[in-house]
């Protein structure tokens, strides 16, 4: 469950990051927008998805809502001060 939530709350603001890169023309509030955007907590839409493949995937994608968006509050605030 804790590579879910490093995954959602780390890497990938990280490889946003870098596919900003990229794209030199990005004015700079669309580039913090979007890297924030992407570390963001998990949303429920995981949980109506996880629907159809059973039971354990309900449990495991709720879990890692929970989980991200308790470790959000202090993800969030560093990456906030990184920008």
């Not at 570390?39 to 996880?50: K, N, Q, R, V």
């Not at 493949?53 to 993800?75: F, K, P």
């Amino acid at each position: 469950m804790w590579r879910i939530v490093v995954f959602k709350l780390i890497a990938q603001p990280a490889l946003t990051s870098l596919i900003i890169l990229c794209l030199p023309g990005l004015p700079p509030l669309w580039s913090k927008s979007a890297i924030l955007m992407a570390g963001l907590p998990g949303g429920t839409s995981s949980f109506l998805l996880a629907g159809g493949a059973g039971r354990w995937a309900q449990q495991t994608s709720s879990l890692a809502i929970v989980m991200t968006t308790t470790c959000a509050a202090l993800s969030l605030a560093v990456l906030l001060l990184m920008l």
